[in-house]
């Protein structure tokens, strides 16, 4: 058999390989998946390639004959029904081939253009910068059958599963494990209009298998695409993010209010409600499912596609909505010993849960770590991925509830804490959510003892500004963490957080409800008010953050760790607050300043990581069957610790890295204790 | 270590076993199966078994020690609990022992009840008379577990699953392929209550395993038994057989009229409604549905349990019928090419069908072999088990349709045919259904040709008594075949089923419609007409035993083969027809007539087999795959063939085990050709 060399582009790919085989084929033998879905029909189009000059290495090709079997009437069908995309991309046909259709007779250089390559990578942002490979749980294929006839009387379902298992089999090559036809499957439903569909569309039609085993959905004819929804959903908010399964794009994302708010504003009262009335569990069911069909309705119409199209949905939650939306009673979430009903993941049918994609598409929920460590703290490991590093990475979901994992790829040691809603803004005298109007950055001079802020919507400080009239309204969570940490640095609060006596400005006073500094004079505001921050609101940000210092301690006590190597912030909180304020202030443990990193929403990064890649969805079971839980209560430090950590940091040695902001680094006498062991 | 010898009645299996090891788990080793399902618990009580006094082969055991470990304490509180059994069967504790308790301290001789013993059997009529053994796919399974506390706050589900996965370790022994805890599903409406049930039952529960994977049910506290039903839907009848999957004892028995006869007589009118009016189908399978749950309802009430404590059924009926049940379509049933929507078995949610089983259960329906080769057939081929013959075994299930399998270990081929009405007393003129009142036998005298007669529900034939006066309704099924037959044989009709002219007998008339020949005078009957059989009658008689032995001969032909090694006649007919009478007509081909049974309802048994015996299951989904179909009118010869087939047997070479009754054993010119190739 003669053999010819083909080197690939743009990955530099180069091997032998025989004559006769199509560069499809032939690529795949050397490592570079090419796309396809119509089961190398000449139909699809998706494995495009491009033939460079190259006769390399011997050039000794006669011109009249090609080094490439000639184009055929398949393929010249298929490029002259496209002849915007060959116009826009300045291709001719014979220059640019399917890679299916053509044969290798000589040595060719290739090159495979991105839209072609399989294996799709979507780049997001995140503490690795990591690119997410778009392996989908549901695969496309073109089945075409002959009719049955007389002498062939074979079953529909049967039919098709044949050529399914053909069609599979020339995408991802015969090496590969996929099921014989006898071992699919077909969803009941799916299969209750299979062979009208099947008829009306002459045998011809685009089947899709969920893990590669079970067919949901047949089209008649040839389609390409499928979608996806990956939904977080927060105690407040929903967000739901559309996919192409196939390209990984994301065509769509919504948000709406999560409906449970009027039975509750945290999980507890949520718990609550579903305990004290015989069908509170069922209202709040029934409210996030309505919910999460209306943010399908909604970005489906953004996407300009039908909620059917959508074949699969990855959902994940803390594990009382996890629990409320597979309708499962949450008492138990909320009563000692806090246990989730389930830990695992699951796969529901959508028509189970009354979720309007397709009725036959799976609902897949991330599994839960613990009462408190829920679905969307998984979704955040499945973004992050702390258990692949060799550093001891710690992350952090500030929220009401705060969930935090620490650890590497030898152990995983997870905890939550309720830190309160203070560092949402809310119990602040002032506090208000990030909205135009908040300050959200603070500034104290250690000298004047003068404030300066920056406002939402406004540019620049405020002192930037020759007149400042009428444009605060409040401080929101950011600036709350600022204000505190500068009144702190500025030496105006003590390390227990007290207000000094006798400091002079006109700024610090004595108001309704004791001592209070004012950061905007009445005529700054829209409100007509003095915006101080008090004593109380002082209080209110120690107790949140000896909460979350408390955890993230326990946790590096038990791995035997004093600090961790990196610091992962997630939510939204993370993004905006001063990372060296809020280590200032002994929110989160000493780490050092460029090694701490907030990442956004991880938990929606996740849900979209585990809706895109199939495989994340096994790694995550088994890695959160194996992180170690420690619930907070139960340590008999826990008390003394807490109280220890309302102090702020005093001395230089256990926080290097904001050692110089510290003031007074004499020890204070009654927080000596604060970081013993 | 030290090893004892142990010997097991009654299976008399010896051998050496490790001191300390129960006596349970050293039968096992010994390939003899003891029942539990507590886990060894010394709960259930299923794994008791007699001590014998054997001190064999050495006898050297001094009086003070037991060659067993003492009764222990929950093994004594076990049967304080069940006086009467010991009184009973006159046992004593201490002869009687919990297998799963007692440990092995010396030489020991077992007795092994026939109620411990594992893998039980039921026997059941057959054709080979073969012992079913009850595998049941619902295995049952006492769980115990501690409850979480904030030390192990793991969720309910996977603490369940833990101790699942060491109690089905217990049960089957750690040595057999069972799956992992984490591999573990539990059905999602079960989750739902899974974590009420727990703690209500105090973390001791019984859990039921379907296919050794997926949890259906959790009760609390120890339950041992587990119902299934078994579902034949018949065109005419539904019958429902529910059964203990424990111990495959049939409980209830029940059935109904088939309600779509009010839709159509028989499946092509079904067929044909379901086509012409858009909500036929769902009034259908509505219609069927709804007699399944009201034969559930009735069964579990005869059987005195609730019908959530069935947790399975196997439903087989022909390909229409499966259509229906499914919802899905029947239509390309009814038209050519004749296609199912799918040969393979199922396995859907109860739920989904809206069947009143428990709603964790599956429904599993029997794969279907072609269009008029339904899943009836499949639990035939289930029942008597062709597949497994060295022999050519040839199947005849026969009803207004009938469908044959004929073949062995090596190959299975299938047809079907319509054989209409007639056979079941239909279309006869004075043809009824076998009821008090109708003619069973009838038997003419070739000399006299005068009859005698046996009527359902008198004693004797009509000749035996004094004084026979209007008793008679009607002719059924069996008596058509007989009357039929024994004109023939008589010499009343020819080989081409026509009335001979000029014999002399007062019962040879010309009536309304033909030739006729009375069989009962009008005051022997209750209706006070002449009841005679008419030309017309022999002629419909003709035209379906026609379609069922050109049926049979096609497929003969196709494995080349002169005659079937075994016939085997299955469905309420064959069992009352006279085999010889059957063959004279050539109803069927010619076989050694006690090689031709009659097996009753094969179907019925057949699901029933497949509810006890979930092995059953894949192995009739492969065996189905296998056959070969044909279908009758792509066979050029079919129409020729039939033609031919309408004639009675006349010449002795073919029918060697009738042709002692054949009468006019010169060859009749017009049907020469009858049996050419």
Redesign the interface.
Known sequence: MTKYSIILQPSGSRGQVEEGQSIRSAARDLGVEIESICAENATCGKCMVLIEEGRFEKYNIDSKRSNLSPVSTEEAAYFARRPKLLKDKGWEVGQVRLSCQCKIRGDVLVNVPEESRGNKQIVRKSASNREIEVKPAIRKYLVTTTP????R???????LAKGLETSMGLVHGIDAKLPRW?DLT?D??C??T???TL?EAKWSVTVSVWQDKEVIEVQAGYAEDSYGAAVDIGSTTVALYLCNLRTGEMLAAESEMNPQIVYGEDVMSRIQYAIENPDGLEKLHKAIISTLNKLLKQAAKTANIQTEEILEMVLVGNSTMHHIL????P??LGL?????????S?D?KAR?LGLQINPSGNIHVLP?I??FVGADTSAMIVAEEPHKQDENWLLIDVGTNAELILGNRKRLLCTSTPTGPALEGAHVEYGMRAAPGAMERIEIDEKTLEPRYRVIGVTGWNTDHAEFKGQVKGICGSAIIDGVAELFRAGIVDSRGKFKQGLESRRIRKGESGWEYVIAWAEETSIGRDIPMTQQDVRQIQLAKAALFTAARTLLKRSGLESPDKIILAGGFGSYIDKEKAMLIGLIPDCELDKVYAVGNAAGDGARIALLNVEKRNEI?GVT?KVE?F?L??DPEFQNQFMLATSFPHMSEPFPHIAHLIPNRVADPMAKNFMSK
Chains 1, 2 share one sequence.
Do not use: C, G
Not at 148 to 151: I, W
Not at 326 to 329: A, E, G, P
């Open positions: 049955p006839n007389l002498e009387p074979i079953a529909d379902w049967e039919r006898y077909i009941y439903q299969l209750r299979l062979s009208k008829r597979l309708n499962l009673h008492k138990d000692a010993p806090f246990v989730p009903a389930i830990h695992k699951m529901v189970e839960t613990a009462s079971d069957r839980r619930e209560p139960t």
